[in-house]
Structures are given as structure tokens and as C-alpha cells.
């Protein structure tokens, strides 16, 4: 009989705002993360937004330093992850940055928030025959955290989402929760 030199992996329960250890890989068992940045002005810069099931690191980037921040109340499980999984995380973080840096390229401030938005509603939304329901409350991304995200400030973020409200092309369903309707209107846009 063999006794087992594995350790149990080290498991994580971190509030809102705080940020994961450095130099170790996360598995989210549950709430969302935040990687980012900074410019040369100090300036926040969004890299990756993640939730359950996804992983998270600061190991594999060439900026430095990488914050990997709690959006939500999160639980987190280490993960020594094979070279196979390495190689899917790194494909699948470059393509979450490319979205998120074509998202910020968007001039019109209502056309980058609602492509944000549809973004954000495709990653970690409810799809139904009516929309995309997502809950920024679950989130906990407020209009200052969008604003973080795609680039605006927070004043820009809460007239267009007013205004997408106006226009019918996004519906409030709860105090936190918005829809994306799902009309020939939007997919348009």
C-alpha cells in the first residue's frame, strides 16, 4: 500500500476587491475575477473577466504587474494544471483580451457599453426565447465597473444605459438584472 504525497489543494473564500495570491494557478468554483493592469498614468486596464469554472493566473503574463481581483465574493481551488491545459487557458485568455480590446475600440460610448454588455451577457448570461438576462448585481460590477471596463467614465455609463433603456434595446427585469432582447433591432446593432 502507497500513502499518497499529494497535498489536498488549497481552497479560497475572498471578498469583493480582495486579490488572489500571486504565482499560482485558480480554478473559480464560484463568483467572477477581474485581471488587470496598468498604464503609464496609473490607469486600470481590464485584461480578462472570468467566473465559474474558469482558471486564473498571473503567472504566464509579460505585463507586470497582473492583479487578479475579486469582482464578487469568490471561492477559489489551486490548480496545477497539465501542459495540455495550460496551453487551452493561454488560448482561451488571449481570446477574452482580444474581445475585450475590440469592445474598448468602438467609438460611440452607447455602441461600446452595449457591446459590452452582449459580451458580458454571452459569457455569464441567462439565454432565453426573450434575451440575455444577466445580473450585474451577481457580478457586483456597478456603473463605475463597466466604466473600469470598457474605458468610460462612470456619468457616460449610467446616461447610456438610460438611454438603451429608452430605445428598448435593453429592458431593467429587477433592480439588478437587465435583458438584452432578443429582436431583429439589436441584431442590427
Not at 89 to 105: A, D, G, M, S
Not at 134 to 139: C, I, Q, T, V
Request: aromatic share 6%; glycine share 8%.
Amino acid at each position: 500500500m502507497t500513502a499518497s504525497l499529494t497535498r489536498p489543494a488549497l481552497r479560497l473564500t475572498l471578498l469583493p476587491g480582495d486579490v488572489l495570491p500571486e504565482g499560482l494557478n485558480w480554478r473559480i468554483q464560484d463568483g467572477y475575477i477581474r485581471t488587470a493592469a496598468w498604464d503609464e498614468e496609473g490607469e486600470s486596464i481590464t485584461l480578462g473577466l472570468w467566473g465559474p469554472g474558469d482558471w486564473v493566473t498571473n503567472v504566464y503574463s509579460a505585463l507586470q504587474p497582473v492583479e487578479v481581483q475579486c469582482l464578487s465574493t469568490v471561492v477559489v481551488e489551486q490548480l496545477n494544471p497539465s501542459d495540455d491545459e495550460i496551453l487551452s487557458f493561454l488560448k482561451h485568455q488571449i481570446r477574452n483580451t482580444e474581445e475585450i480590446f475590440e469592445i474598448n475600440r468602438i467609438r460611440s460610448a452607447e455602441q461600446r457599453l452595449l457591446s459590452l454588455l452582449r459580451w458580458i451577457g454571452g459569457r455569464f448570461g441567462q439565454v432565453s426565447s426573450r434575451g440575455t438576462r444577466l445580473s450585474l448585481k451577481d457580478m457586483n460590477l456597478t456603473h463605475r465597473g463597466l466604466a473600469d471596463i470598457c474605458g468610460l467614465t462612470r456619468v457616460t455609463v449610467t446616461k447610456n444605459l438610460n438611454r438603451l433603456k429608452t430605445l428598448g434595446l435593453l429592458e431593467k427585469v429587477s433592480e439588478s438584472d437587465l435583458l438584452l432582447p432578443a429582436t431583429p433591432a439589436l441584431a442590427l446593432i
